[in-house]
C-alpha cells in the first residue's frame, strides 16, 4: 500500500516549524484534508464533519508541534481512520480506500492536490466545445448548469447520449491529468 | 456482453475526478468550519483510555473465579472434622500445574493507529488504539508496551492499560526501538539519519550514530546512514537496516562496518537469526529473504504485499507484516496462518 505520507525526500527537507497556533494550523491544512476526504468518497457534509474531528483530535495530541508535513500525514491518517470508521459497514471499504490512497500518493502527496486540481482546469480547456460545455454544466461548473435531461435535450442528445458523450469526456480529462506525470 | 465489476482502482480514478470537478465547481469547506474545529477544541472532552483491556477483563475473571472456588473449598474444609485446630487458617490449596501461556501476536497497523494483539484464533484479545502512525511495537515483559509512532515522532513505554510510563519524542519521524538488556533503549530515528542509545533514567543519549565507515585496501569511507529498522547484537555490535545505502550493515560502537550485503532495495527490516545468517525484508520488492554470511540469498518469501516486518519464529516458521495482513509461513513458503489488517507493518509473535 501507498504510503500517504509525502515521500522521505520532502520529509527530509521539511525544517522542524515552530509551534503553531490552532487557527493556522487549521487554515493551513484545512484545504487538503478536505480535499481528501473528498476523493475518499466523502460528501461535502461529511468531509466538513470528518475534517473537523480529525484537526480536533490532531491538534488535542500536540501535532502544532510537528514538521508540516508530518502535520499533514498526521491529519490524513487520522481522517482516513475517521472516514473507514464511518463507512465500516460498506463491503470493499478499505480495498477502495488503499486504491484511492494510491492515486493520492502518485498525484496528490506532495502538494496537497493543487497542481493536479490545475491539471484538470487546463485540461477542460482541451476538450471539445461541445464536451466541456456538457462536462461544465453537467458537473455544475457552469452558471448555467442543469439537469442531464435538459442538458441532454439542449445538445439534441438522448440521455444515453449524453452519458456516453461524458464517459468519453472523462476518459479524456483521466488521459489528460495523467499525461502531466513524469 | 456484461460490464465488468468495476475495480477499486477505477473507482478511486472515478471518485478523484469527480472530486476534482466539484472543486471546479466551487465545492470547498463550510465557510464556519475553522470557528467550528476551533469552538470544538475548547470544548473537547478528557481524551478516553487508550487501552481496551480485554485481556485485564479476562485476568481479573480469572481471579474472582478463582477466590470463589477457594472461598467454597475453605467453608467446605471448615465443616468438615480434621485434626486442624478451628482457629488455625485453612491449609493453602495446592498450586495448580504450570499452564503454558497463549500464543498470541502482537500487529501494529499504520493506518488505524492501532495496535492489537490476537490469539491464534485472530480474535482480538487486547488493543490500544490512537498510537498515531505506529510503526513499531514491542512487548516488554508480559504487561508493558514499546510503541514507535513515527507520526508523533516519539517512542514510549506503557503499560497494559496504555498509561504512559516513559516516553522520548526528541526525534524525527521514527521507524523502530528495541529495548536493551542494560535497560536503555535503542532508536532508529530514520528521518533524523541517526541511531541512538538513549537511557530512559535519565532521557540522555548514550551513544550515537549518523554514518557507518568502511575500512577496506584504500582509505576508510565514511557514509551516511537513513535507518529503517535496528537491533543490537549479543556481541555488541549493531544491525542497521539503511535505507540510503539499500544495504543491511553490522558496525561496532566506532561505527565501522564489520558485516554487509549490499543491493537491499527499501530495506524496511533486518534480523540476525540465530543460524548467523540475516532476514531482510524488502518492501517494494515484496520479499523476505535469508542471507548468510557471504550475503547470498539461502531462503526466500516472494510475491508478498508490501512487506514491512519479518520474523523467524522458534517453530521455523517466517511472520511477515504485509499490506492488508500478517501472515506466517513455513520454511517451504506455504502460508499457515493470516490476520487481516488494515495496514500491517510490525507483528510480534509472543
Known amino acids: 500500500m501507498p504510503e500517504l505520507a509525502p515521500s522521505p525526500e520532502v520529509l527530509h527537507r521539511e525544517a522542524v516549524s515552530p509551534t503553531a497556533d490552532p487557527e493556522t494550523l487549521v487554515r493551513t491544512h484545512l484545504r487538503v ?52 470508521r464511518l463507512r465500516r459497514d460498506r463491503r470493499g471499504a478499505e480495498t477502495l480506500a488503499e486504491a484511492v490512497d494510491a492515486l493520492w500518493q502518485r498525484d496528490a502527496a506532495d502538494d496537497g492536490g493543487d497542481d493536479l486540481v490545475a491539471a484538470l482546469r487546463r485540461c477542460l480547456q482541451a476538450l471539445t466545445e461541445r464536451a466541456r460545455r456538457a462536462v461544465e454544466r453537467c458537473y455544475d461548473l457552469a452558471e448555467d448548469a442543469a439537469e442531464r435531461t435538459v442538458v441532454a ?10 452519458k456516453m458523450l461524458l464517459q468519453r469526456a472523462r476518459q479524456q480529462l483521466r488521459e489528460c491529468i495523467e499525461r502531466r506525470q513524469p | 456482453v456484461s460490464n465488468p465489476e468495476p475495480t477499486a482502482q477505477t ?26 474545529i476551533l469552538a470544538a477544541l475548547v470544548e473537547a472532552p478528557p481524551q478516553p483510555t487508550r487501552a481496551l483491556g480485554l485481556t485485564w477483563l479476562v485476568a481479573a475473571t480469572v481471579l474472582v473465579g478463582t477466590a470463589v472456588v477457594t ?33 498470541t501476536t502482537l500487529l501494529a497497523d499504520y493506518s488505524d493507529n492501532r495496535v492489537v494483539e490476537v490469539d491464534a484464533a485472530g480474535r482480538v484479545v487486547f488493543a490500544i488504539d490512537e498510537v498515531f502512525g505506529i510503526w513499531d511495537v514491542e512487548p516488554v515483559g508480559d504487561d508493558q508496551l514499546l510503541l514507535t509512532e513515527f507520526s ?3 517512542v514510549s513505554r506503557v503499560d497494559r492499560k496504555g498509561k504512559v510510563l516513559w516516553v522520548y519524542e526528541d526525534l524525527k519521524n521514527p521507524y523502530d526501538a528495541d529495548l536493551l538488556q542494560n535497560g536503555n533503549v535503542l532508536i532508529a530515528d530514520s528521518f533524523a539519519e541517526r541511531v541512538i542509545e538513549v537511557d530512559p533514567r535519565t532521557n540522555r543519549i548514550v551513544w550515537s550514530l549518523r554514518a557507518v565507515t568502511e575500512r577496506g585496501d584504500g582509505a576508510p569511507r565514511t557514509t551516511d546512514i537513513r535507518p529503517f529498522d535496528v537491533e543490537r547484537l549479543a556481541n555488541g555490535n549493531t544491525l542497521i537496516a539503511d ?8 558496525v561496532d560502537t566506532t561505527g565501522t562496518i564489520v558485516w554487509q550485503a549490499k543491493g537491499c532495495p527499501n530495506i524496511h527490516d533486518a534480523d540476525r537469526l540465530p543460524n548467523g545468517n540475516t532476514l531482510v525484508t524488502l518492501r517494494n520488492a515484496g520479499r523476505v529473504l535469508e542471507l548468510d554470511a557471504a550475503g547470498k540469498t539461502v531462503w526466500s518469501l516472494t510475491g508478498l504485499s508490501s512487506p514491512s516486518d519479518a520474523d523467524r519464529l522458534p517453530n521455523g516458521n517466517t511472520l511477515v507484516a504485509e499490506n492488508a495482513m500478517a501472515r506466517e509461513f513455513d520454511a517451504a513458503g506455504k502460508e499457515v496462518w493470516r490476520k487481516g489488517m488494515t495496514w500491517c507493518v510490525e507483528v510480534h509473535r509472543r
Open chain 2, 152 to 154: 508523533l515522532s516519539r
Open chain 1, 153 to 162: 435535450s439542449e445538445l439534441g442528445l438522448q440521455e444515453n447520449g449524453l
Open chain 2, 11 to 36: 473507482l478511486a480514478q472515478e471518485l478523484q475526478m469527480n472530486a476534482c470537478l466539484a472543486e471546479l465547481g466551487g465545492d470547498a469547506p463550510a465557510p464556519q468550519i475553522v470557528t467550528r
Open chain 1, 33 to 84: 484534508v478536505w480535499r481528501y476526504l473528498r476523493m475518499h468518497g466523502a460528501s461535502a457534509h461529511e468531509a466538513d464533519d470528518l475534517a473537523q474531528e480529525a484537526f480536533v483530535v490532531a491538534l488535542q495530541k500536540g501535532a502544532a508541534d510537528l514538521p508540516p508535513a508530518a502535520t499533514t500525514s498526521f491529519l490524513l491518517r487520522t481522517a482516513r481512520f475517521l472516514f473507514l
Open chain 2, 243 to 250: 535505507a540510503t545505502g539499500d544495504r543491511v550493515v553490522e
Open chain 2, 71 to 103: 472461598a467454597v473449598a475453605w467453608l467446605r474444609s471448615e465443616s468438615t472434622p480434621t485434626a486442624v485446630a478451628p482457629q488455625d487458617p485453612p491449609p493453602p490449596a495446592p498450586a495448580p500445574p504450570p499452564q503454558p501461556a497463549p500464543v
